[in-house]
Structures are given as structure tokens and as C-alpha cells.
Nanobody, 120 residues
Framework: QVQLVESGGGLVQPGDSLTLSCAAS????????MAWYRQAPGKERELVAG???????NYADSVKGRFTISRDNAENRLYLQMNNLKPEDTAVYYC??????????????WGQGTQVTVSS
């Protein structure tokens, strides 16, 4: 069994910073891609940022220069440093990981989500 648990969401003002964390646990052999997605009310879930095990990253245009994704491969943790937050960043943020368990093929796993609200 594998679990992804996010933390770090909250209510902040425009221009503030926030760091999200995601911890993967369970019978994990390896983790390839890890990513953050978000879903705002009435909108589809969208990719915010992704990072592969080697460290290469990609970002949505809307967050480039403001958000930084990173991971700790030894601890199976994923982070999202969010700076200069804007009201349009308000959404539920989800951790996603492509995980290979011992003796099984890789599968995608999702966390339960953490709410980020940017409002004055």
C-alpha cells in the first residue's frame, strides 16, 4: 500500500509565500515523476510543476519564476515553494507520484489535497 500526504496549505495574502510538502510512504521500490497539480472551483485539474528523479523540472507558464518544485529522493518527499502568491493561485493542490512498488509495475498515486487560499 502507498500513501501520499500533503501538508502546508493555508490562507495567505497576495504577495506572501507558502511551502507545500508531500510525503510518500508504503512499500515503495522507486519513484519516477513527482508533480503538483491544482484544481480551482469550477475548473479542471491542471499541472503546476513536475520533477523527475534526476532533478529535471517543468512548470506551468502561470507559475514560472514564482514557484519552485524540489524533492528529497532519500526521504520520498516532494516540495513546492510558492512565492509572490496571487488570488488566481487559490485552489486545492494535489501531490502526484508515479511509483513502482516491489514486484509490481509503476502506477500513479494521488494525495488527498491541501487547500491554498490567497486573499486580502
Amino acid at each position: 500500500q502507498v500513501q501520499l500526504v500533503e501538508s502546508g496549505g493555508g490562507l495567505v495574502q497576495p504577495g506572501d509565500s507558502l511551502t507545500l510538502s508531500c510525503a510518500a510512504s508504503g512499500t515503495i521500490f522507486s519513484i519516477n515523476v513527482m508533480a503538483w497539480y491544482r484544481q480551482a472551483p469550477g475548473k479542471e485539474r491542471e499541472l503546476v510543476a513536475g520533477i523527475i528523479s534526476g532533478g529535471r523540472t517543468n512548470y506551468a507558464d502561470s507559475v514560472k519564476g514564482r514557484f519552485t518544485i524540489s524533492r528529497d529522493n532519500a526521504e520520498n518527499r516532494l516540495y513546492l515553494q510558492m512565492n509572490n502568491l496571487k488570488p488566481e493561485d487559490t485552489a486545492v493542490y494535489y501531490c502526484n507520484a508515479n511509483i513502482r512498488r516491489f514486484g509490481r509495475p509503476s502506477s500513479d498515486y494521488w494525495g488527498q489535497g491541501t487547500q491554498v487560499t490567497v486573499s486580502s
